[in-house]
């Protein structure tokens, strides 16, 4: 079991900055992949990073070059650093953590916290 709390989130002009955290409950370390996903209004989730437990990232073509994600294991924690942020950026971002043992795969989400960036 896995607890996530994110943090971070807020009102921003386009083209600034925020760093969101996603703070869990165990060691990130024991996590085959940790990631970030957002979720506008009307709109699917999508995912913007992730991060295997190895440290390699993946980015959609989208927030690419604007956003990078990082980890702090010993403060059980990753963040998500947004730059150049756009209005169409502005969604609910959510934490998700997964948990692979042999076939069993566990997925985690944490409550999400609200992005908005003004024009």
């Known amino acids: 079991q896995v607890q996530l709390v994110e943090s971070g989130g807020g009102l921003v002009q386009a083209g600034g900055s925020l760093r969101l955290s996603c703070t869990a409950s165990?060691?990130?370390?024991?996590?085959?992949?940790m990631a970030w996903y957002r979720q506008a209004p009307g709109k699917q989730r999508e995912m913007v990073a992730t991060?295997?437990?190895?440290?390699?990232?993946n980015y959609p073509d989208f927030v690419r070059g604007r956003f990078t994600i990082s980890r702090d294991n010993a403060k059980n924690t990753v963040y998500l650093e947004m730059n150049s942020l756009k209005p169409e950026d502005t969604a609910v971002y959510y934490c998700?953590?997964?948990?692979?043992?042999?076939?069993?795969?566990?997925?985690?989400w944490g409550q999400g916290t609200q992005v908005t960036v003004s024009t």
């Open positions: 998700h953590a997964q948990i692979k043992r042999s076939i069993v795969v566990r997925d985690y």
């Open positions: 165990r060691s990130i370390s024991s996590l085959n992949v």
């Open positions: 991060m295997t437990s190895s440290g390699s990232t």
